[in-house]
């Protein structure tokens, strides 16, 4: 237990660590489900392009969903952002900070599928085949308009049997395959020259309000745990008290099971201090009610 505790605490202590580690896990696992899916376009005129397209875009948003659910710090930050501002003020700054860094966690799942799939290029395929200019490609010369474009829609299937022979196939798979390539080799390239400008960009703003911006920003998850923690332990000791009082007239018979009771007038010294003045159920909902609209203000002095 202690082992388990000690990993707990861990995890606790290195949120933004463990964030960055489920970010990669999610990118990895987008990779593994592309790779595993089996991909079967439908071939027909009508559905190529909305089966080709929901591939390339409905699992990322389902992997951008699970990278705001994942993120323990979107339910803190929209917290943040929704409080009354009571005797702290609210710093938009720090909230911006704070949505920077869970959308930039969120977006790396789906980025990774988006340029898995258009590398691969069957989505793109699938998708646009149908719109190609026949006049383009030799095969499609002396076929009628609708026939030419049943042919284009069943581009993707190549075991198809009107495109088994057909020489054209191969050549509009390839244009399109490279296009889709292109596409996703420039995806990769733009991210990785943002990425690198952010990076050596930096220092040219501001350190000292980032740096704030970063601090406020760990001090709000901190407290929200730590809050967290002295309510789960306010409510271990209100609760033994409750029960105590409750079983005040059966004394005897707890102490023969080896119940621990304190003595009259003995009391742990944590659980005076939490309890001290709070007596019934309706002050600790005042408590918590002045919690959550006068927050204290970031003053010790």
Known sequence: MDRFRMIFQYFQSNSESVMNGICGLLALASVKMYTSFDFSCPCLPQYNMAYGLGIMFVPPIILFLCGLILNRQSLV??????????????????????CSSIMQRAMVAPVVWIIVTLLDGKCLICAFSGSMDPEKFVGF?????????????????KDDELMRNNTSRKAVSRYLRCWSQAFGWSILLILIIAAFLARWLRPCFNQATLLQARHWSNYIDIEKKIFDEACCEHSRLFAHKCILHFFESMRQEIKLHSFSLPREGERAEGE??????????????????TWYYEKPPLDVS
Do not use: F
Not at 77 to 98: F, S, T
Not at 146 to 155: F, G, R, S, T
């Open 77 to 98: 930050m929209l917290e943040e952002w929704r409080r009354p501002p009571g005797r702290r003020k609210k710093d938009l700054a720090v909230i911006r900070y704070m």
């Open 141 to 157: 010369a002396n076929v009628s308009k609708v026939q030419v474009q049943q042919l284009l829609a069943k581009v993707p299937c």
């Open 272 to 289: 005076e201090d939490l309890l001290q003045g709070i007596t019934d159920q309706d002050q600790v909902n005042k408590l918590l009610k």
